[in-house]
């Protein structure tokens, strides 16, 4: 037949609209801003991690008084967001300085499981396992636990 148009033989898959396609830089994304500290409230999580795990849709009762759609039902895409038990593995504190936050302390947990450990290596089987064993020294005898016990007061002010 007629030659046709490349247009109407081969059109582009995808719309423009959403170039550049780029994969994400990392898997766990950074919290660009925390809410505002309230001082009247408990010491609390102010975030929890999740994955997003993919998508899905589900059909669901559309409830929009006044709207043509009424109690009708509707089809709605759906993010999954895995949220994975979190564990805290030690605590930082912040003391507020001129010129913003300044961490005061980092203090680790008594007992880090070897998962933990593993994250902190990138290649385990070959390392010597020596990641915070001085940390874990610490809590043994008595002048690392006046240090940690110091520490935590100071944290607490």
């Known amino acids: 037949g007629k030659m ?3 247009k109407f033989s081969a059109p582009r898959h995808g719309s423009m609209a959403f170039y550049p396609k780029k994969r994400c830089r990392r898997h766990r994304p950074r919290v660009k801003t925390f809410p505002k500290d309230d001082k009247s409230k408990p010491v609390h999580l ?15 009762v559309a ?3 006044g709207s043509k759609i009424n109690r009708k039902e509707v089809l709605e895409a759906v993010t999954i967001i895995e949220t994975p ?4 593995v030690g605590v930082v504190g912040y003391i507020q300085t001129p010129r913003g936050l300044r961490v005061l302390k980092t203090i680790w947990a008594e007992h880090l499981s070897e998962e933990c450990k593993r994250r902190f290596y990138k290649n385990w089987h070959k390392s010597k396992k020596k990641a915070f064993t001085n940390a874990a020294q610490k809590w043994q005898d008595s002048l690392g636990k006046k240090m940690i016990k110091r520490e935590i007061a100071k944290m607490k002010k």
């Open 46 to 60: 102010t975030a929890f991690l999740g994955y997003k795990a993919g998508m899905t849709h589900i059909v669901r």
């Open 85 to 88: 038990p979190m564990v805290c």
């Open 63 to 65: 409830d929009k008084p």
């Open 4 to 6: 046709s148009h490349r």
